[in-house]
């Protein structure tokens, strides 16, 4: 188990998924936005514009590695030239987080586009504790774990995935990543409460909390359906969850993410100010 205390950590202050589009304006006027995050497997190559801008970035703001292609919770080994490449770029970069999800997305050869579910079981839990060490002991520091967004329940589970979590945390020394929207999403979806996931989460682990966008449908029932999509502002109960959480845990980095059909700076600006605004009334 790698020691917790290995690792650099975040400002309480909120920051943004970073897009190349806002470069000229983050670096122009950054307002409160106090961290930036980077999507790993965009800042995997040698050389370019990208990483060019990244180094200028990690001059001004720190930054937090978020990966998605480990496939932490896959049945087979994890990717060695994966791996490889997410060591050298945080060797190089030295950012102040890293996190990956709590997820599969590999089978055999083959690499899927959405971050797949897993039932809470024993072995399961074995397995994924393997995974985090061996990419803890490979990048040498500390990983935080995302909670997921969840359409379905397992039959086969055996614990919460609030209990699985913190079970993770202990064994392995990793952290936690708390996505509220995620919780939001999974509890409308699940039909259970979200105020009470934060209840029973380990708040105590948590390096990070996320914020983001999804799009609503209905199941084949006609009831609510939530797609974590990332790809539109942070909904009113999702910020009222936020508030909910801040006020158990204290001051935490608070990100926001909005990954698809991305909006002009000033609108994510504003969405940093507002995440901004509730860490101050934590705070005074």
Request: aromatic residues 8%; hydrophobic residues 40%.
């Amino acid at each position: 188990m790698l020691d917790a205390t290995n690792h650099t950590s975040l400002p309480s202050r909120p920051g943004v998924g970073y897009k190349p589009q806002h470069y000229s304006d983050i670096m122009a006027d950054a307002g409160p936005l106090g961290w930036l995050e980077i999507h790993a497997e965009n800042y995997m190559g040698d050389g370019g514009r990208p990483i060019a801008q990244l180094h200028h970035l990690a001059e001004r703001f720190p930054i937090s590695v978020h990966g998605v292609g480990l496939s932490i919770g896959g049945e087979g080994d994890l990717d060695a030239d994966h791996l490889a490449r997410l060591k050298h770029l945080i060797t190089w970069l030295n950012p102040s987080s890293f996190s990956e999800h709590l997820a599969w997305s590999t089978h055999d050869s083959h690499f899927f586009n959405d971050l797949l579910p897993l039932p809470y079981t024993p072995q399961t839990l074995a397995r994924v504790a393997t995974h985090i060490d061996q990419v803890q002991d490979t990048v040498g520091r500390r990983m935080l774990l995302e909670n997921p967004s969840s359409y379905l329940a397992f039959a086969e589970s055996m614990m919460s995935e609030t209990d699985f979590l913190r079970e993770l945390s202990q064994r392995t020394g990793c952290g936690l990543l708390l996505d509220v929207n995620n919780v939001f999403v999974s509890a409308t979806n699940l039909k259970t409460s979200p105020q009470a996931y934060i209840d029973d989460f380990p708040l105590d682990a948590v390096g990070e909390i996320h914020l983001g966008g999804h799009d609503e449908d209905e199941d084949e029932t006609g009831a609510p359906l939530l797609i974590d999509s990332h790809g539109k502002a942070v909904v009113d109960p999702v910020w009222a969850l936020l508030d909910y959480t801040l006020a158990k845990s204290g001051p935490k980095p608070v990100l926001v993410e909005w990954d698809t059909d991305v909006p002009d700076w000033p609108v994510l600006a504003a969405e940093v100010a507002r995440a901004d605004t509730a860490l101050a009334l934590i705070t005074t």
